[in-house]
């Protein structure tokens, strides 16, 4: 069965900081993975994805993501945090037997402090 | 503004009772997927449907049905609702079933209170 595990429920970074939030994932075969980000009382917006090839992806808003197949990461990183990056940051995965199925973590809360 | 249109927006209902929860993909997707978002469970895979069709299933009761229409809109049907059932219902749609790793828009959601 796939699964996606964020392992902090919360990251506090200064603004100007380099922020990281972790995902790692569980699935058999090649996954395709995701980062979303959800503002108070909104959908989930999509940030960025890995498929296949270069294992940094860059998305929307400055963010980035490394996937690391030893590792089974694909870790969200962004250079220098903004006081409005600060939302709930969820990981996701497809793949398995299955790639209908969507499977998202449990989501990370990021602070940024001016 | 994700193109994906749900609703209500806000739901209040008594328990037991029925309700209808809307939502219209964007224009050309023909996958739908439906979460439930609360706030001790994170956000959990209902169901997915791909033009018409059931295409996976994750943790949905079996008091909560969902279907999607020929011009691809999708509604999820929650029966017999309990206090638990209270949370934010997201409806998702991409232009494929998943196989080329297509990511997924969401709507705004229907925030559903049972009381």
């Known amino acids: 069965a796939q699964s996606v595990a964020q392992p902090e429920d919360q990251v506090n970074v200064a603004e100007g900081n380099p922020l990281t939030v972790k995902c790692t994932y569980s699935?058999?075969?090649?996954?395709?993975l995701f980062w979303y980000v959800q503002y108070p009382n909104r959908g989930l917006q999509f940030l960025l994805k890995?498929?296949?090839?270069?294992?940094l992806v860059k998305g929307s808003y400055g963010f980035e993501a490394e996937f690391n197949k030893s590792q089974t990461s694909f870790h969200l990183k962004k250079p220098s945090a903004l006081v409005s990056d600060s939302a709930l940051y969820f990981c996701a995965v497809r793949g398995g037997y299955n790639f209908n199925k969507f499977y998202f973590g449990s989501g990370t809360k990021l602070n940024v402090k001016p | 503004d994700s193109g994906v249109t749900q609703t209500p927006k806000h739901l209040i209902t008594a328990t037991g009772q029925r309700v209808t929860l809307r939502c219209s993909p964007r224009?050309?997707?023909?996958?739908v997927y439906w979460y439930q978002q609360s706030l001790d469970q994170g956000l959990q895979f209902l169901i997915q449907?791909?033009?018409?069709?059931?295409?996976a299933k994750g943790n949905i009761l079996e008091r909560f049905s969902a279907q999607q229409f020929p011009d691809l809109h999708s509604e999820l049907n929650l029966s017999s609702l309990e206090l638990g059932d209270s949370a934010l219902y997201f409806c998702?749609?991409?232009?494929?079933?998943?196989?080329?790793?297509?990511?997924?828009?969401f709507g705004q959601g229907t925030r559903l209170t049972v009381v």
């Open positions: 890995y498929i296949t090839g270069d294992n």
């Open positions: 998702a749609s991409s232009k494929t079933g998943g196989e080329m790793g297509t990511e997924a828009f």
């Open positions: 699935v058999s075969g090649n996954p395709y």
């Open positions: 224009s050309g997707d023909l996958s």
């Open positions: 449907y791909y033009n018409g069709e059931e295409r």
